[in-house]
């Protein structure tokens, strides 16, 4: 071996070195959760799950109610909070008119409600249908909040659906 060959050694191994140094005093922590490929990240997107916990799925009201909503998010990350919120409180205005099921993403319910919405993801049903137009402009209730609709247009959604 050459001492050129020598001195390419020795730089190789250095950076070798400090590669190793990094890695271990970073450690290997878990990365953002990622928006689905080719959408964009929007405000409130979802924060790692910490913990692996899901929630129970939740009913209210009765079931042939003039309004049937099943909303499948991800409850136990609290990235849908605002739009849980929105759900709950159209339900409390209207609780005699009103089916809301609330499935967790990532619970055990989960699967089953999946295909009842057509989506492995992210997805909200008000009486079979989550593409909707308000005020001349479409919304669709999947993804993430503030992506391809905004919390605050659930409640007016529910009270066309109502009329």
């Known amino acids: 071996m050459g001492p050129t060959e020598k001195k390419i050694a020795v730089v190789l191994v250095l950076v070798l070195i400090a590669m190793v140094a990094v890695y271990v005093t970073t450690g290997n922590k878990p990365q953002p959760n990622p928006t689905m490929p080719g959408q964009p990240a929007a405000a409130g997107a979802c924060a790692p799950s910490t913990g692996g916990g899901f929630a129970e ?14 909303a499948v998010v991800p409850v136990a990350h609290g990235c849908h909070n605002a739009t849980i919120a929105e ?3 159209a339900y409390e205005k209207h609780p005699d ?3 809301l099921t609330i499935v967790d993403l990532m619970g055990p319910d989960a699967a089953n409600y999946r295909e009842q919405v057509g989506s492995p993801y992210t997805r909200i049903l008000i009486n079979g249908k989550h593409q909707f137009e308000l005020k001349g402009r479409k919304v669709s209730l999947d993804m993430v909040e503030g992506g391809s609709y905004r919390p605050s247009d659930i409640g007016p959604i529910i009270e066309a659906e109502l009329k």
């Open 57 to 70: 799925t939740e009913e209210l009201g009765k079931p042939g109610a003039k309004v049937e909503i099943i």
């Open 97 to 99: 008119e009103i089916h």
């Open 87 to 89: 759900l709950k409180k």
